[in-house]
């Protein structure tokens, strides 16, 4: 988004998009958070279109934080990162085997046409976001947790036997499979959220296609939206619950992909925060106005063992380690990137989750998994070959069409032609839009991905490789790994320190066993943004930004 999400989630543009989010607290009036002087009016960038902006299936970065900013779920997170009622009005009452959660919801919340939001609205919701009719892809976050969704996603009940019922109007009541201490994080995700089951169903097919066929019910509207536009607008929802506490007059978003361009683009006045590649980053990083931020995503190369229903030479692990084991992580972004962003040895990030009983990092307990070994690369290289037979390969590696991605692809190309001798690597720089449909018909031999956390906890991240997963997009299965997500999620759900102790079993199976990934790197954000944008909100996971209580101040 990020969750990131899919960064293919939350961030899977390689070119450091910046994504918006909504809710959050702050002071009581516009007048008590700027200069009366000041036009609040705010105006960013995004490196992609919106491929989706329906709750329900938006899997994306792009997509999901601009849901994120229009619209509001159960709970929402503070600056903290902690979970805090939003569409309820206090934190639920949970019962004693902690599976029973009863939410009261808030009576003066309402649809942006004037329609109250009921608890029959997250019902709908959650039950469209689990019937295999709908094909979302964050039905998994359900699968195993709310009661009966994982026989529902399976086809084997119907959506109506969800565990969540609307008890009246105001009160929500939600039935889990086994306790779960991250669920209240889970709530502030956009595919938790409410919908308002007659408009959808007014829609039809052209529901979430335009700023026009959604209804909103969070801080902003988006508006100037026509499906497939470079640039959006939002706009403050007047009927929104909490819009005295909403600043901005208006937030204009138009998409950049050139970094040069956005930094004019900056120094023009036309843009309040420009992200900056490598050179800019050191061209501007003693500026008073530059900054850094650290984040939870993890990008890595993805290995597709199935291409268009046959397998491809990366069904063979040697080939997998070679390609792993022979990309120099540190060099790629000390000269590529540029930015702060560090090498990732491991999909679980550092400083995200910590070990229950002692606080320490899962990153440091887990220690090092993939590291570059150019040795061990090339001996694998020269076994997979004679596995399958030949004396070369020919790989397509998939990006997308940024100046930054086709950059970072080049770096790649030449790591593993230089490296692996007999390799010959395509590059395919496509559209944000194309490699998300590629990637879900599994239609690449190998891509660049990303995933930005969707609430706290290593699962989210180790969930994703679970077979049978829908973002499992690369034919991987391994029972056991299988065993450990499964039991993490099942028996052990209600023991949090042996919930741990067996998700730090996780990684080494799928990156040094089966090398069916390979992480590259942990992303930071350079930036220019003036001094001038006030209160904007940094999330830890889920949507990146909050915007809530954003205000301008001395323009």
């Given amino acids: 988004m990020k969750k990131s999400k899919l960064f293919l989630v939350l961030g899977l543009t390689l070119v450091l998009s910046l994504v918006l989010a909504a809710c959050g607290g702050g002071s009581d009036s516009k007048s008590s958070g700027g200069s009366k002087d000041s ?23 792009v997509g999901l934080n601009v849901i994120n900013q229009t619209n509001e779920g159960l709970y929402a997170l503070d600056k903290d990162g902690v979970a805090q009622p939003a569409g309820a009005t206090e934190k639920a009452t949970v019962s004693d085997d902690k599976k029973v959660y009863t939410f009261k919801l808030r009576d003066d919340a309402t649809w942006s046409n004037g329609d109250p939001v009921t608890a029959q609205d997250y019902v709908y919701s959650w039950q469209r976001a689990v ?48 306790p779960a201490a991250y669920f209240d994080s889970l709530l502030a995700f956009p595919t938790f959220f409410p919908l308002n089951q007659k408009f959808v169903e007014s829609k039809g097919d052209k529901y979430a296609l335009d700023s026009d066929s959604i209804l909103y019910n969070g801080p902003f509207k988006l508006t100037d939206w026509n499906g497939t536009g470079k640039t959006w607008s ?50 501007n990083k003693n500026k008073d106005d530059y900054a850094v931020e650290e984040e939870s995503s993890v990008f890595y190369i993805k290995f597709n063992q199935e291409r268009n229903g046959k397998k491809t030479p990366l069904a063979n692990k040697n080939i997998r380690k070679a390609l792993a084991l022979s990309v120099d992580k540190q060099s790629y972004v000390d000269t590529v990137l540029q930015n702060g962003s560090i090498p990732a040895n491991g999909l679980v990030p550092k400083k995200f989750t910590f070990d229950p009983k002692d606080n320490k990092d899962y990153r440091d307990e887990v220690g090092d998994v993939g590291v570059y070994n150019l040795d061990e690369a090339k001996k694998a290289w020269t076994q997979g070959l004679k596995e399958l037979g030949v004396t070369s390969l020919n790989l397509e590696f ?13 770096f790649l190309q030449n790591q593993w032609e230089k490296n692996l001798s007999g390799l010959k690597v395509t590059l395919k720089n496509v559209p944000f839009k194309i490699r998300l449909a590629n990637d879900q018909k599994q239609d690449y031999d190998f891509s660049l991905s990303a995933w930005g956390p969707d ?101």
Wanted: proline share 5%.
């Fill in 234 to 283: 939002f706009v403050p929802n007047d009927k929104y619950w909490d819009k005295d506490k909403v600043k901005l007059d208006k937030i204009n978003v138009q998409v950049v992909q050139d970094p040069g361009t956005s930094v004019n683009l900056y120094n023009t006045n036309k843009l309040d925060k420009a992200l900056l590649s490598a050179e800019y980053a050191v061209q």
């Fill in 455 to 555: 609430y706290q906890d290593p699962s989210t991240f180790l969930n994703l490789f679970r077979t049978g997963n829908t973002q499992n997009r690369m034919s991987y299965s391994n029972a056991a790994y299988d065993k450990i997500i499964d039991q993490a999620a099942g028996p052990l759900a209600g023991d949090t320190q042996a919930r741990w102790d067996e998700m730090l079993k996780a990684e080494p199976i799928l990156i040094e066993e089966d090398y069916a990934i390979q992480p590259l790197y942990q992303r930071a954000k350079a930036f220019l943004q003036q001094p001038y944008v006030k209160d904007l909100q940094k999330n830890a996971f889920g949507p990146d930004y909050t915007f809530k209580t954003t205000y301008i101040d001395g323009k």
């Fill in 398 to 410: 998939t990006s997308d069409d940024t100046e930054n991605a086709k950059k970072s692809s080049e």
């Fill in 131 to 178: 019937d295999p009719k709908t094909a979302a892809t964050y039905s998994y976050l359900f699968d195993g947790l709310v009661q009966n969704a994982s026989e529902i996603i399976k086809g084997e009940k119907k959506p109506s036997e969800l565990g969540i019922k609307a008890v009246d109007d105001n009160t929500l009541e939600v039935t889990l499979v086994q």
């Fill in 39 to 61: 036009k609040q009016e705010l105006n960013l960038m995004e490196s992609a279109l919106i491929p989706s902006a329906d709750s329900t299936k938006a899997d994306d970065a």
